[in-house]
DNA sequence: ATGCGATAGTTGTAGCAACAACCAAACAGC
DNA sequence: GCTGTTTGGTTGTTGCTACAACTATCGCAT
């Protein structure tokens, strides 16, 4: 019954146990920052984030949904609770009308530039500045092989292959 | 009032995205698989394989949390459910009436032997046959410095220096 | 001995995420 | 021009996490 496990090695055990690690600790010191600061989760931000950088602030729910790599299902929810703060606001959309639209509000705009800055500097805090130049070169394409296996679709490939 | 900010550059911004990508995908990768395979979240996994490796299959409460980076209230709650599914069994501590030992049951011992090996084969598939030897290796300098930003009172490097 | 701050742990509550069920508009086939 | 399917989105429920309040014990200084 048993299927022959390949286990991992020191090496690989060393790297792991360590991503795991960060994966534990860093997704809870960028949420703290951003709710301390700006009261908006990481993903809260992302969302903001993505459609201000969309023509006219604005973006189909299924568009966003990928671009955040959300189910439409969560990112109804969260867009719900934005558009109560009035940072987001929802219209159906004119061509298509199964489809609605979200497009960030003054508000929202304003909330993005006033939250980027205290953002930036807690990624540089935490990761950027602690590694050097071809450390992060490195970091790039080990995360590049590691997105390639989590999202073979490339859904989000849109995203940040516009940083290249 | 605006602070001057160090943006990030495009080298910068390319590793970040992609970091950020990775840590809203990986956790839910390892979630789900464990979550559908062995009816247990990934922190679950967690906390059962600590106790696992610890003499007598039996720790503090606070012992637990350092090495789980929990805090005290959320690994009493996931305790709590894991005591109720028989993997895991609570007495007080003799030596310091205020404390509680978990120890892990018999059932709790099968279930992470039974866990392992569907766990460490997504491990391998979604991060370390991605990647080379020496991107293996380099992940590890990288992961390490993140860390000592992360965690600068080296809570966890009892659990992560084991495997240098 | 006793009074007080620190330590160890539990519990209640509120908020967010995952999952599934659901409804409506659009499209494809005949 | 109906019918069945796919697409786009919302809503309800459940489970887990964070935060705050609370109890009990310990250690130590007086």
Redesign the pocket.
Known sequence: MTVDTRWLDQEQKAAWVRLAAVLELL??AL??QL??DAQL????YFVLAMLSEAPNRTL??????ELTT????????????LETRGLIE?FP?P????????RLTDAGWAKVREAAPGHVETVRETVIDALTPEQVAQLTEILDAVLHRLDPTRARAAVYERYD
Chains 1, 2 share one sequence.
């Open positions: 997704p809870g949420d703290s709710r301390r989760t990481h993903f809260d189909r729910m299924t568009a966003l949904a959300a189910t439409l299902a969560r990112l109804s929810h969260v867009v719900t609770r929802r959309c061509e298509d009308k199964r489809a609605t639209n979200a």
